[in-house]
């Protein structure tokens, strides 16, 4: 049987610094200085659109994938303030009653502009938002009414839920402000830029995992998980070899010159007809944002925040669809790994070279809730944010891991993220498996 060991896998030990995934298990005073750190990042990452888009007031244009900026910017205050100063059932954590009424905001139109159910994603390009100085403003009042709250609250699972909802819920914002700082070409200082590049890996041989049992998923308590990580449960997982790292763009060139984007044979039926719609526009010959990948040379040039950029062929293979990284395998004669193989191997196969943490990585799950009767329990729970998760059961594909943009203190190996198959904007790439 498999063993639970790395480091992680438990919510239960206290985190010495702010930029470790234990901070699942943060108590008041490590959240207090992991807010203000996430609100710092927040701004500063928004200070490179003041710069790349002050001629633009901000304007950029609109995108099924991404949020105006400024709408970005407020909605981190927004956040923090609905589930921590304006919620009187914030010390129940994960059991208050999420209709409950709200205190009002300290912004009177803040619903009107920030609340995702009274501004669609459609409405936001229209809105007429404040000027960044009293947004930035909003945002220090905020973090400032919820930090005074955490120094009074218990120090309990359940009275801190909303702090670490509310730090987890920035770090992932943040990180998508880098991706849309990807989609629209905008160009990042360059102490940004250096620290947002994948690495470069050395090939290392896959590796063979037995069959072993493995429990699935967070446990309820103690520490911070999210609803869809639970219950955690108990699973048989057959042999199986799996890539000890992400494909890399050395691999993923073979199967373009091999002709992968021109055999429908390759491809899932709904995956073909995804790529012949591509083609009647923008055209697809490799990963969103390559230019040239090079048949005789094995080039790849991709644009990376508006600048092309040869790409290493060390490095992960980055920007596709799910339809592309399951045409790969089957071209490649292997297939995406089930998400508890992911998770099995992430967290026992460290130490025999499982390296993850560069980019997402696509698994072959599609994103449901885990089985109840499997669990033995009562099964999935929504969380207090019950939009969270439930809305995009059976619809979306999961990825595991974190990217080069994720917070450190994000990448934790139970964390299931979930996107429609062909989302490709993302800093994502596969793995394959087979057996």
């Not at 105006?68 to 927004?78: C, I, K, Q, S, T």
């Not at 911070?224 to 790292?245: G, L, R, T, W, Y």
């Not at 019950?386 to 934790?412: C, E, I, N």
Request: hydrophobic share 40%.
């Amino acid at each position: 049987m498999a063993t639970d060991s790395s480091p992680f896998s438990s919510a239960t030990s206290t985190p010495q610094v702010i930029d470790s995934p234990l901070m699942r298990s943060a108590g008041r005073e490590m959240l207090s200085l992991a807010l203000m750190d996430a609100r710092n990042h927040t701004l500063h990452l928004f200070s490179q659109y003041q710069l790349a888009l002050q001629d633009q007031d901000l304007q950029v244009p609109f995108a099924e994938t991404i949020n105006p900026p400024l709408w970005e910017l407020g909605h981190a205050g927004w956040f923090q303030e609905w589930w921590i100063g304006r919620n009187m059932q914030r010390s129940l954590g994960e059991m208050a009653d999420n209709s409950h009424t709200r205190l009002a905001s300290i912004e009177p139109e803040a619903d009107t502009w920030w609340h995702p159910a009274h501004a669609p994603h459609r409405q936001r390009w229209s809105q007429v938002l404040p000027a960044v100085d009293p947004i930035r403003a909003y945002l220090l009042d905020t973090l400032e009414c919820s930090l005074d709250l955490l120094e009074k609250t218990a120090d309990d699972d359940q009275a801190l839920y909303v702090y670490r909802l509310s730090l987890f819920h920035e770090d992932m914002q943040g990180e998508r402000l880098v991706q849309t700082a990807q989609t629209i070409g905008m160009p990042l200082e360059q102490a940004l830029r250096d620290a947002f590049v994948p690495a470069r890996l050395s090939s290392r041989e896959a590796l063979l995992m037995p069959a072993s049992s493995w429990k699935l998923g967070s446990k309820a308590a103690p520490g911070f998980s999210f609803d869809n990580e639970k219950p955690q449960h108990m699973v048989q997982v057959p042999e199986f070899e799996i890539d000890a790292q992400p494909v890399s763009w050395a691999q993923y060139v073979e199967f373009v010159d091999d002709g992968g984007y021109d055999r429908a044979e390759l491809w899932q039926p709904d995956g073909w007809r995804w790529l012949q719609g591509l083609a009647a526009g923008e055209g697809r010959r490799g990963p969103r944002y390559v230019d040239q990948i090079g048949v005789a040379s094995g080039a790849v040039m991709q644009t990376r925040f508006g600048q092309p950029m040869r790409m290493h062929g060390g490095q992960p293979a980055m920007h596709m669809s799910w339809w592309e990284a399951d045409a790969w395998c089957r071209w490649a004669g292997r297939r995406l790994p089930a998400e508890a193989e992911w998770e099995l191997a992430a967290h026992t196969a460290g130490g025999r070279g499982f390296r993850w943490g560069d980019v997402w990585e696509w698994t072959a799950s599609s994103f449901r809730p885990y089985d109840s009767s499997a669990a033995g329990s009562a099964g999935f729970m929504p969380g207090p944010n019950s939009d969270y998760s439930q809305p995009f059961f059976g619809t979306h594909k999961v990825l595991r891991g974190a990217s080069f943009a994720t917070r450190a203190r994000m990448k934790h190996a139970k964390f299931r993220r979930f996107c429609l198959p062909e989302r490709d904007e993302l800093f994502c790439g596969f793995r394959s498996c087979a057996l």
